[in-house]
Antibody, heavy 114, light 113 residues
């Protein structure tokens, strides 16, 4: 069974940092690109970042470029999202998803507020 | 950037009746390999998104055949032949052709009339 489990969300002040993790099982992790997708409260889905299977190719949405950093550890079957300089508009549920977005985790809520 | 536009944004449907959601892209979604990477997702209340359809019309494993996808180029449709109570939620179309950025439609909220 494919499983993706996010963790690391929480309440953080504007300008602060947070690191999200996504632990994966049930498939050959190092064969797939991985993604982060977010959903602001009551809003739609927004792709955030992608990382290729060997970390060679990394991409970001313009809205997070220069502030967020995606990484992965194929020995731990995990993907990460380091979020710096957080803003109120980054408040959202963050999902990790296997490319091509066929499997998703349950999400972790990030709230940026003073 | 590719813009995905769905209609309607709200869809009240009587149980047992059909439903149809339209999705239009601002650019052709035909990729250089000849495939069209247009997917549909269902998000039930309080749940994560679930992919239903990929490459316009291929159903994911476990998806009832009441769900079907069609279309080409820039115009696509998701149809539910007979709506059930379990189908309530928000439906999103998404393009994966113009990668690496996946782009979603605004979402269509399906409710029972």
């Amino acid at each position: 069974e494919v499983r993706l489990v996010e963790s690391g969300g929480g309440l953080v002040r504007p300008g602060g940092s947070l690191r999200l993790s996504c632990a994966v099982s049930g498939f050959t992790f190092n064969s797939y690109s991985m993604n982060w997708v977010r959903q602001a409260p009551g809003k739609g889905l927004e792709w955030v970042s992608s990382i290729s299977h060997s970390s060679t190719y990394i991409y970001y949405a313009d809205s997070v470029k220069g502030r967020f950093s995606i990484s992965r550890d194929n020995t731990k079957n995990s993907v990460y999202l380091q979020m710096n300089s957080l803003r109120a508009e980054d408040t959202a549920v963050y999902y990790c998803a296997r490319a091509p977005l066929d499997y998703w985790g349950q999400g972790t809520l990030v709230t940026v507020s003073s | 950037d590719v813009v995905m536009t769905q209609s309607p944004l709200s869809l009240p449907v009587t149980l047992g009746q059909p439903a149809s959601i339209s999705c239009r892209s601002s650019q052709s979604l035909v990729y250089s390999d000849g495939n069209t990477y247009l997917s549909w997702f269902q998000q039930r209340p309080g749940q994560s998104p679930r992919r239903l359809i990929y490459k316009v019309s291929d159903r994911d494993s476990g998806v009832p055949d009441r769900f079907s996808g069609s279309g080409s180029g820039t115009d696509f449709t998701l149809k539910i032949s007979r709506v059930e109570a379990d189908d309530v939620g928000v439906y999103y179309c998404m393009q994966g052709t113009h990668w690496p950025e996946y782009t979603f439609g605004q979402g269509t909220k399906l409710e029972i009339k």
